[in-house]
């Protein structure tokens, strides 16, 4: 099991270019999130998904779009990308179950210029 | 609001000190609360509690959690260097997609 892989570890963007966070996990997990870490800060909860085809907005999720067409796939898109934007950026999962925890990926460390 | 507090921000110790570290939470339909170390990558998962006055052990962390007073303390004994780290404290309710709420952190460093 490889767990959650996240790719790229490091990315610069211009502010208004797009890109997409990539994020995969081969647990079979139903529960996706994706969080940013400001520094100093903790995580906070951009979008998750409960299962394929279904997702819904965390606590920051302006600037961001997700999709979930596979169980295993969850990308984070950045459309018109912001220096407010320059985070590290974690996707996690977690398998159905009230007493389950999450088990997150090594992190893309976003740069906006 | 939910919301979670950790203390201290921050906290710089002797190896072989013993540490403690709180967090004081409130949560909607509060299920589990859990504990997260992170050395400059992702967390990595410590302890999770669920039921009060159950100690968690782990070596030299332990882990208790009280829902009357909504708080949770990390102790670790007899420190060493490779405990710094930052300790993330993160409950989690059973609001649509259950939901972790994680803490700013402590800011654990510990001095040869």
């Known amino acids: 099991n490889a767990g959650v892989t996240q790719t790229p570890k490091f990315r610069i963007l211009k502010i208004g270019q797009s890109m997409t966070l990539q994020c995969t996990q081969d647990m079979n997990h139903n529960y996706m999130y994706w969080y940013r870490q400001d520094p100093g800060m903790g995580l906070k909860l951009i979008y998750y998904?409960?299962?394929?085809?279904?997702?819904d907005k965390g606590e920051v999720p302006n600037g961001y779009n997700v999709s979930r067409s596979t169980t295993e796939d969850f990308p984070l898109r950045l459309e018109l990308a912001a220096p407010s934007q320059t985070s590290v950026y974690f996707c996690?999962?977690?398998?159905?179950?009230?007493?389950?925890?999450?088990?997150f990926g090594p992190g893309t460390r976003l740069t906006v210029l | 609001e939910d919301k979670v507090v950790q203390s201290p921000l921050s906290l710089v110790v002797h190896e072989g000190d013993t540490v403690t570290l709180n967090c004081s939470y409130e949560v909607t339909n509060f299920r589990s609360l859990l504990w997260y170390k992170q050395e400059k990558k992702a967390p990595t998962f410590l302890f999770m509690l669920?039921?009060?006055?159950i100690e968690k052990k782990s070596g030299r962390l332990s882990s208790i959690l009280d829902k009357k007073e909504l708080f949770s303390i990390l102790n670790i004994t007899a420190t060493q260097t490779g405990d710094s780290a930052i300790y993330l404290c993160?409950?989690?309710?059973?609001?649509?997609?259950?939901?972790?709420?994680f803490g700013t952190g402590t800011s654990l460093t510990v001095i040869p």
């Open positions: 993160a409950p989690r309710g059973s609001l649509a997609g259950n939901q972790f709420y």
């Open positions: 998904s409960v299962g394929a085809g279904i997702t």
């Open positions: 996690a999962s977690r398998v159905l179950g009230s007493y389950n925890e999450q088990f």
């Open positions: 669920t039921s009060s006055g």
